[in-house]
């Protein structure tokens, strides 16, 4: 997959990502009628090395996680494709 993360325009954009996935395999591959894809997203920053971001080194950056489930169905044909998105978060703490 990470040929098709690398292409798609929407790879910054969890849910878009994943419908964009969702519909690609129902429309590519006719013996595929339905995707169910899962996106977990978590914070990275980028480690400080001499007062300067370093440019492929990261940290992991809090516990919270992003979730993305999309279900995409094409079992009524090309023309009538549905899909349902759920996005929410986990895991987050904050102070009140």
Not at 1 to 10: C, G, I, L
Not at 43 to 50: A, D, L, M, N, S
Not at 54 to 81: I, Q, Y
């Amino acid at each position: 997959m990470s040929v098709f993360a690398k292409t798609s325009p929407h790879v910054l954009d969890p849910a878009a990502f994943a419908l964009h996935l969702g519909l690609h395999f129902v429309n590519k591959y006719s013996h595929i009628t339905k995707a169910f894809i899962d996106i977990i997203q978590l914070k990275w920053t980028r480690i400080q090395v001499g007062g300067k971001e370093h440019k492929w080194s990261f940290v992991r950056d809090g516990d919270e996680k992003g979730l993305v489930e999309c279900a995409v169905d094409s079992t009524d044909g090309p023309d009538a494709v549905k899909a349902t998105l759920k996005c929410g978060l986990k895991d987050l703490l904050g102070e009140c």
